[in-house]
């Protein structure tokens, strides 16, 4: 999830947006919409990832009527609270494809209006002996990431 630079961190910025939007049941109304706005959720039990609250995301998106939006839960494993939501707890604010969504799953995914885009980065802590293993693996993203 999108977090702010921490001076305690090294940070490679990777060629790649996660698009924001709403995980529900196919069966909510909301579900035949091509996309969910603010207003939209008003009124509905919202599950908002803990670092979209935190960074602003979340707000950014819904504007003035952020502080409308009933966030009963907030999470850091989506997973669990797809849980949630499949067991009709509310929506669940996401990245698209953060949860598996099989064809005749019980969710579904519809992206943001306006859309919401997050970097995508990956981070480790600063002044640590890395592992061969990760050392390696940086050096090939590192060389990935150039060539994009």
């Excluded at 990245?95 to 990956?122: H, M, Q, V």
Aim: aromatic share 8%; glycine share 8%; proline share 5%.
């Amino acid at each position: 999830f999108e977090t702010a630079p921490r001076s305690d961190c090294e940070r490679l910025q990777l060629p790649a947006e996660n698009e924001w939007g709403v995980l529900m049941r196919k069966e909510d109304p909301l579900a035949k919409k091509e996309a969910i706005r603010p207003d939209d959720l008003i009124g509905r039990a919202v599950i908002g990832s803990r670092q979209g609250v935190k960074s602003g995301k979340m707000r950014e998106w819904a504007g003035d009527l952020y502080d409308d939006l009933d966030v009963v839960l907030t999470y850091n494993l989506g997973g669990n609270a797809a849980f949630a939501v499949e067991e009709g707890f509310g929506v669940m604010l996401c990245y698209n494809r953060l949860i598996r969504l099989p064809e005749n799953g019980a969710l579904c995914f519809k992206p943001l209006d306006p859309p919401l885009f997050s970097d995508t980065a990956i981070s480790w802590k600063r002044h640590r002996q890395l592992s061969n293993a990760a050392a390696a693996f940086l050096t090939c993203l590192r060389g990935e990431c150039d060539e994009g």
